[in-house]
């Protein structure tokens, strides 16, 4: 029997779940709920045998839903619960029709490429992590501007004085690189941005590299902190510490039922690009 896996933050609504629960048993699917803020290690056990991750919430459930189905190669289908919802495929009211298409086979799939973060000290890696968005080192505390040397596979790229350093993907570039003044890439691209912020020279503008690519950023001054995707708990960084970033191996499969062009339909609809802002 096919597993199913719903991913649901820790005050998703019981009844969503009852419904989402009973859709997948009436298609003969074994469903089983994790919250996302629980244990990784007790949902990652149970992957296994997972065939679809459905996530439950907003776009933070999302996320967490591609860092978990990345490396295993299990396609993600989200519903939105909350009140953006870029990334998510699905609204609410849609759930039951969606998944009656998936188990269809009515739908395609849509790779994203998946963030490979690794925090170098000493030349022993420390930690590592992977994210759908970005990779983000900030200066830490009453900490003053970071220095950080950049180096593209092996090919020095410069020296900057900034606030923080971010690298992200195309799906992140719609997110905090965005915020940050980064430019909009097309979702299924592989390329990596590099995202300075608020750096000390106004000529010191984002990078977008081109695939297949590590970004290296050494922190010459510090303290910093590192964060995934945003997350809750950072990761101190100090000087002499270098971040590697670069592409998982494996993309993020996610369910879409949306032809590829609603990607601009989207960047209007949730986000306001390309709509005036004073009327005819």
Same mark, same amino acid.
């Given at each position: 029997?096919?597993?199913?896996?719903?991913?649901?933050?820790?005050?998703?609504?019981?009844?969503?779940?009852?419904?989402?629960?009973?859709?997948?048993?009436?298609?003969?699917?074994?469903?089983?709920?994790?919250?996302?803020?629980?244990?990784?290690?007790?949902?990652?056990?149970?992957?296994?045998?997972?065939?679809?991750?459905? %996530?439950?919430?907003?776009?933070?459930?999302?996320? /967490? =839903? *591609?860092?978990?189905?990345? +490396?295993?190669?299990?396609? #993600? &289908?989200?519903?939105?619960?909350?009140?953006?919802?870029?990334?998510?495929?699905?609204?609410?009211?849609?759930?039951?029709?969606?998944?009656?298409?998936?188990?269809?086979?009515?739908?395609?799939?849509?790779?994203?490429?998946?963030?490979?973060?690794?925090?170098?000290?000493?030349?022993?890696?420390?930690?590592?992590?992977?994210?759908?968005?970005?990779?983000?080192?900030?200066?830490?505390?009453?900490?003053?501007?970071?220095?950080?040397?950049?180096?593209?596979?092996?090919?020095?790229?410069?020296?900057?004085?900034?606030?923080?350093?971010?690298?992200?993907?195309? %799906?992140?570039?719609?997110?905090?690189?965005?915020? /940050? =003044? *980064?430019?909009?890439?097309? +979702?299924?691209?592989?390329? #990596? &941005?590099?995202?300075?912020?608020?750096?000390?020279?106004?000529?010191?503008?984002?990078?977008?590299?081109?695939?297949?690519?590590?970004?290296?950023?050494?922190?010459?001054?510090?303290?910093?902190?590192?964060?995934?995707?945003?997350?809750?708990?950072?990761?101190?960084?100090?000087?002499?510490?270098?971040?590697?970033?670069?592409?998982?191996?494996?993309?993020?499969?996610?369910?879409?039922?949306?032809?590829?062009?609603?990607?601009?339909?989207?960047?209007?609809?949730?986000?306001?690009?390309?709509?005036?802002?004073?009327?005819?």
């Amino acid at each position: 029997m096919t597993n199913v896996c719903i991913l649901h933050g820790p005050r998703t609504d019981k009844s969503v779940i009852k419904r989402a629960i009973k859709a997948l048993r009436s298609h003969g699917v074994a469903a089983w709920e994790a919250d996302r803020d629980g244990p990784v290690t007790a949902i990652t056990n149970r992957l296994k045998d997972t065939a679809l991750v459905v %996530t439950l919430g907003g776009d933070g459930t999302f996320l /967490s =839903g *591609g860092r978990l189905a990345t +490396p295993r190669g299990i396609p #993600l &289908l989200g519903v939105n619960l909350g009140r953006l919802g870029f990334l998510t495929e699905l609204d609410e009211g849609e759930m039951e029709d969606g998944l009656a298409r998936f188990f269809k086979g009515d739908y395609r799939i849509e790779e994203r490429n998946v963030l490979q973060a690794s925090l170098i000290r000493d030349g022993s890696s420390i930690a590592k992590a992977i994210g759908l968005n970005e990779a983000v080192i900030n200066r830490s505390g009453e900490a003053r501007m970071l220095r950080v040397e950049i180096d593209l596979g092996g090919q020095a790229v410069g020296v900057i004085d900034a606030d923080g350093v971010m690298v992200a993907t195309a %799906t992140g570039s719609t997110a905090y690189a965005l915020a /940050s =003044g *980064g430019p909009i890439l097309e +979702p299924t691209l592989r390329d #990596l &941005l590099l995202v300075p912020m608020n750096p000390f020279a106004l000529t010191v503008r984002p990078i977008v590299f081109p695939p297949g690519q590590v970004i290296s950023l050494s922190v010459l001054r510090g303290p910093a902190e590192l964060r995934v995707d945003g997350g809750r708990r950072g990761r101190a960084v100090q000087a002499g510490d270098t971040l590697r970033c670069g592409s998982h191996p494996r993309p993020l499969k996610v369910v879409r039922f949306s032809p590829p062009e609603s990607f601009y339909q989207r960047l209007g609809g949730k986000l306001g690009w390309g709509r005036p802002l004073v009327p005819k």
